[in-house]
């Protein structure tokens, strides 16, 4: 109990301490409050003294940096209308002493109407955006008559040899040739036009191109797009069409072309061929990037530029085409219809890349056009030449048995065709989808084919069928000949070439029938009787028995002069082909002579022993070989 009361007794003791503890705090907490307030309403007196010197110092500060930027607007202000008395001078004096610095006048001239037109309020800003405004108007003014002069001054027709200078070497016209151009040997190196390279000219000198590009922008910030347009094409078209004219184009039409000769008309379609090289590959690339660069950024109206520049030179190029397409087939017209379809093809990527805009579209399809009907022309030519080969009515026969002119004319025809292998490829690829070589095996199949049915009507104008099958023998081996060396062959196969040597063949095997099968009787004993059997083998009987001196006498005559006959006749026609003319001398020897040998040897005695030996047996074999050795040989002709 005793320790319990002293544990209570403690307790008391802290509680009173704690009590005691917490009143001192809250003493010491009012007294802070007090203090605070105290200070709260000190403050609060101090910041309403304050308050009229702080909006008072607020009003100076503000009114300070009013004053600045005030001062700032002003000098601003006073350096544009210094600037403007400045750009003004420049502009007064004009852009031709120095053109560079004349544009950047006028684009400070824009600068001083945006920096004015931006200023509110200010009384002078609409005075001098109206000044200036109208400095700019006679600016542009100034500026478009200055594009028109440099432009003007720096355009100039081309002269044929500059642009000559430009092509491959293998393209340009030999010296002492026609200053307007090499046409007619252009075809001898279309060949290698893949790998030659072209060299464009500059048409306006490249340090110029910049200032005029500046001067056409200033136009058309100024809203004179229209006017820009009209000078540019007035001038640039006609220095094109001039620069044509040196080079010897010229508007030509269907009714012109039909007037010419045919030389004058080829040399012109060579010269053709060759411009349309040079206009396309020189002049209108060389324009293109004329105009690419005075027009950069200003896409559509550079196309429409270009298009409106070269438009009419391109019409007076493919008009000539078209009338060559539409005026009167005729053979000889196929080889330069040929040529003129090669070239269209030939440059059709480059015109489609050239006049690649919507606004040359017309150009691009009247090309595409020309190409068609130069091709459907050429396929219709074709045909004609066949007709014309099989109706060929020409009545004067080769008197010799000789090739005919038709046969050379038609052979030589043939082979320039395999000359243009690859356009023919093009033209009948187009038509025939693809399957080229057969066609132009067809086609060539069906010209010999006519070739020899015509010549089989012209044999027939001889009166001595020997003749008729010599100059069948002739001609055909010409075809057969000119073929295999030719590229034909690939085309015609080896099956066409063995048919037609076995027809040469044939043919000279019914010449030596129809000569010598009469004259080889009278070596015979079985052609001793009327309406007996000729043997071509010359085959003599050795059994002379039956046969008188009188008969024998008359079989050497009639020898002789059949003999005579032949050699006069037959030493006037003509083999022109050596191999085959030595081959068809050997081949009547080889039958002849030894039936005379045989005969002679057997019945020369009864005559040699007799009166005037010498008048029946005329000849020895020696001579009969020396004198077929005389056949063939085409001497002076004496007489139907």
């Known amino acids: 109990m005793a320790a319990y009361a002293v544990v209570m007794e403690n307790l008391k003791e802290r509680s009173e301490f704690m009590n005691e503890s917490m009143q001192k705090s809250q003493t010491i907490t009012d007294n802070m409050i007090s203090i605070l307030g105290s200070f709260d309403h000190r403050l609060s007196a101090l910041e309403t003294a304050m308050r009229p010197t702080q909006i008072r110092t607020h009003s100076i500060r503000k009114a300070h940096e009013n004053i600045d930027k005030t001062l700032k607007v002003a000098e601003s202000i006073l350096g544009q209308f210094d ?8 502009i007064l004096r004009g852009p031709h002493e120095d053109l560079e610095s004349y544009l950047e006048a006028v684009n400070q001239l824009r600068s001083i109407v945006k920096f004015f037109s931006s200023t509110k309020g200010l009384k002078s ?27 003007n001054l720096y355009s100039k027709p081309v002269e044929p040899d500059r642009l000559f200078d430009c092509l491959p070497q293998s393209l340009r016209p030999s010296t002492g040739s026609d200053s307007k151009g090499d046409g007619a040997g252009a075809k001898e190196h279309q060949r290698s036009l893949e790998t ?26 100024a809203g004179h797009q229209q006017q820009l347009y009209t000078i540019y094409n007035e001038i640039r078209s006609l220095v094109m069409e001039q620069s044509l004219k040196k080079l010897g184009v010229e508007r030509l039409g269907k009714e012109d072309v039909q007037k010419m000769q045919w030389e004058v008309l080829e ?22 990037k004329v105009s690419d660069q005075i027009f950069e950024g200003q896409d559509s109206l550079r196309d429409q530029c270009f ?22 087939r005729s053979p000889e017209k196929l080889f330069v219809l040929l040529d003129m379809y090669e070239i269209m093809r030939e440059l059709q990527s480059e015109m489609d890349n050239i006049f690649g805009s919507q606004y040359c579209s017309e150009m691009r399809e009247a090309a595409k056009v020309l190409t068609n009907r130069l091709a459907e022309t050429a396929q219709e030519t074709f045909v004609d030449f066949e007709e014309a080969v099989e109706k060929d009515a020409t009545k004067t026969a080769v008197l010799d048995g000789t090739v005919h002119p038709l046969t050379s004319y038609v052979i030589n025809y043939v082979k320039f065709l395999f000359d243009y292998q690859s356009t023919l490829k093009q033209l009948f690829g187009d038509a025939d989808d693809g399957n080229s070589k057969d066609q132009l095996g067809v086609i060539t199949t069906r010209i010999l084919q006519a070739l020899q049915s015509n010549l089989d009507g012209k044999s027939k104008q001889y009166k001595d069928p020997a003749l008729t099958q010599l100059f069948l023998m002739n001609n055909i081996h ?15 196969g080896d099956d066409w070439v063995q048919i037609h040597r076995r027809v040469v063949q044939q043919h000279a095997n019914q010449y030596k029938r129809i000569s010598w ?15 007996g059997n000729s043997s071509f083998t010359g085959e003599v009987v050795s059994n002379n028995t039956g046969i008188s001196r009188s008969t024998v006498k008359d079989r050497f005559k009639t020898f002789n002069m059949l003999f005579e006959e032949i050699h006069q ?19 009547v020897a080889e039958v002849l002579l030894p039936a005379y040998r045989s005969f002679a040897k057997r019945f020369g005695p009864m005559i040699e022993g007799g009166k005037n030996p010498q008048k029946y047996i005329r000849y020895t074999p020696e001579d009969l070989e020396r004198m077929l050795a005389e056949f063939f040989e085409g001497k002076t002709w004496k007489g139907p």
């Open 83 to 90: 600037l403007a008395r400045q750009t003004e001078a420049k």
């Open 125 to 151: 800003s609409i005075g001098m955006i109206n000044h200036i405004s109208s400095l700019l108007a006679k600016s542009v003014l100034k500026l478009e008559e200055e594009f028109r002069q440099l432009l």
């Open 196 to 221: 030659v390279v072209y060299h464009p000219p500059d048409l306006i000198p490249p340090r110029i191109l910049p200032l005029l590009h500046d001067l056409a922008q200033q136009m058309i910030q």
């Open 267 to 288: 040399a012109k379609i060579g010269n053709w061929i060759h411009y349309m090289r040079i206009s396309v590959r020189l002049l209108f690339a060389a324009e293109k």
């Open 307 to 328: 298009a409106e520049v070269t438009g009419n030179s391109v019409a007076v190029l493919l008009s000539f085409g078209e009338a060559i397409a539409k005026s009167k």
């Open 478 to 492: 010409y075809i057969v000949r000119s073929v295999r060396r030719s590229e034909a062959k690939d085309v015609l």
């Open 517 to 531: 099968s009469k004259i080889l009787q009278t070596l015979s004993v079985q052609g001793a009787s009327p309406g």
């Open 569 to 587: 006749r037959q030493s006037q026609w003509t083999v022109p082909d050596s191999e085959l003319r030595e081959s068809l001398r050997l081949a």
